[in-house]
């Protein structure tokens, strides 16, 4: 049986991670992660200054699958996600927010597309809210959903990633299909998923964008306009990185 950990980023998360814990729990009281033997839910506390590490390290004695892992002083949602990555002892990762504004039913959708019986069909699943099958429960604001959008555009226009939205925190990845990229990955905040999919597709990984449902939580960390500009930045800066170091087959 294939195994997995599930990758949970979380900054002053002890107001909403009560609730992913209990949504967390119902789903594997249903069987969605049965298939796979679901060895580690990794809470990475990013230098979190509210009780996220002690409320997650009292969550495991009813949920001993959640291991803590603190990070300090704060670096941002990239680099927890890459500490997490690198704790990681499972074939598989699943990375998700703390705020569970992907359902965890939709781990199916990832997991068909990536696995078939013993084959690995895929080496990373991305969820998408951006896919006409995609479905959107409760939407942002319409400033912030047209500043996503517009940068994913650009992001497309300086990568030629084809994918319709790479910001989606839902990824289903191979550990195993991205270990000679890792050590390369930089971004500490939240242009990680561009790096990661810009490296794998330099790496010629196969990646899919799986329509997901989703709905927009309150309490976003990211500021659309002052961290888009961040981002679109770093992502330029991949792309010489990329030219200049091309990865090696």
Excluded at 3 to 20: F, G, K, M, Q, V
Excluded at 21 to 36: D, I, N, P, V, Y
Excluded at 95 to 120: E, H, M, V, Y
Excluded at 198 to 204: D, E, H, N, S, V
């Amino acid at each position: 049986m294939k195994s997995l950990s599930i990758i949970l980023p979380a900054y002053n998360e002890a107001e909403r991670l009560p609730r992913t814990f209990e949504l967390l729990r119902l789903a594997k009281a249903a069987g969605t992660f049965s298939s796979m033997n679901l060895e580690a839910i990794w809470v990475i506390d990013d230098g979190s200054k509210d009780n996220t590490a002690a409320l997650s390290e009292a969550a495991r004695a009813t949920f001993p699958e959640i291991k803590v892992h603190s990070v300090i002083p704060n670096q941002g949602k990239g680099n927890a996600i890459h500490v997490g990555l690198k704790l990681s002892q499972s074939e598989w990762c699943l990375i998700a927010d703390a705020d569970s504004a992907t359902p965890w039913d939709q781990f199916l959708k990832l997991r068909d597309a990536c696995i078939s019986g013993d084959q690995n069909l895929a080496a990373i699943a991305m969820g998408s809210r951006d896919l006409p099958e995609s479905k959107r429960n409760l939407r942002q604001s319409a400033i912030r959903e047209n500043l996503g959008r517009l940068f994913n555009f650009a992001v497309r226009l300086v990568t030629q990633l084809p994918f319709k939205d790479t910001q989606c925190g839902f990824k289903l990845i191979h550990k195993p299909s991205i270990e000679r990229i890792l050590p390369l990955l930089e971004v500490k905040r939240f242009a990680w998923d561009v790096e990661l999919l810009m490296f794998a597709q330099a790496a010629k990984l196969k990646m899919l964008e799986i329509p997901v449902d989703w709905e927009h939580q309150e309490g976003s960390r990211i500021s659309p306009l002052k961290d888009g500009i961040e981002m679109f930045l770093r992502v330029i800066q991949m792309r010489f990185r990329i030219w200049f170091n091309p990865i090696q087959s």
